[in-house]
């Protein structure tokens, strides 16, 4: 199956810095990946569609100017959480499709981030 | 917005026996997934059931749809410890793949 690598894997950091995760498809290429968020025991929360050469589309209440997503290549997308508080702490995910007729998704394994 | 309401919101039972979740969905679907979740791992697809199909397996998984009720169920036979996870039924909503996701069932098998 596809393969899609997210990094980094969790990250701890101070509030008021910035955090970058990267997604990656490893063996197909995406024009579109998606970006969730999650929180302890629940399912996940679609917050943006990253589209390869434009901009992102975001969700209802998504903040865009904190949650920067750039999706500069068919196989790299990146999400930058920005002046991270403590209630950015979350479970990150991207996702990706290769299309063309596959419906499935393929995951990231995910990004903890930790604001202190 | 969650399309999909899964019950029960978490299930407990013993190696060997069958888990049965269940989940109902809102709007017309052309089909409905169901998607793994390991504790603290992204999501793997398990499977993939159309809106003409009413009963998919494979290998331990049966899937059933209903679209009458907007309804599916996902049945895990013979539980194994390793099937411990939780479970997510997805739906199509828009273009592009993309897919909005039920509350999710937390299953834990024990040994």
């Known amino acids: 199956g596809a393969v899609v690598s997210q990094h980094p894997s969790r990250v701890i950091c101070k509030s008021g810095t910035s955090v970058k995760i990267e997604c990656r498809s490893l063996?197909?290429?995406?024009?579109?990946m998606f970006w969730y968020r999650q929180f302890p025991k629940q399912s996940l929360m679609l917050m943006a569609t990253?589209?390869?050469?434009?901009?992102?589309?975001?969700e209802q209440g998504v903040e865009k100017d904190k949650f920067l997503i750039n999706h500069a290549s068919l196989t790299l997308s990146t999400l930058t959480v920005t002046s991270a508080h403590p209630e950015d702490s979350s479970f990150y995910i991207c996702?990706?499709?290769?299309?063309?007729?596959?419906?499935?998704?393929?995951f990231g394994s995910g990004t903890q981030l930790s604001v202190l | 917005s969650q399309q999909g309401e899964e019950d029960p919101q978490a299930l407990s039972i013993q190696e060997g026996e069958n888990a049965t979740m269940n989940c109902s969905y809102k709007t017309s679907i052309n089909n409905l997934q169901w998607y793994r979740q390991n504790s603290g791992r992204g999501l793997v697809h398990l499977i993939l059931?159309?809106?003409?199909?009413r009963e998919k397996h494979s290998g331990r998984l049966r899937v059933t749809l209903d679209t009458s009720k907007k309804s599916s169920s996902l049945l895990i036979t013979a539980s194994r410890a390793a099937d411990t996870a939780s479970y997510f039924c997805?739906?199509?909503?828009?273009?592009?793949?993309?897919?909005?996701f039920g509350g999710g069932t937390r299953l834990m098998v024990k040994p």
């Open positions: 063996d197909f290429q995406a024009t579109t």
């Open positions: 996702s990706a499709s290769p299309g063309q007729g596959n419906e499935k998704l393929f």
């Open positions: 990253s589209n390869e050469g434009s901009k992102a589309t975001y």
């Open positions: 059931i159309r809106s003409n199909e």
């Open positions: 997805a739906t199509p909503r828009g273009a592009g793949n993309m897919l909005t």
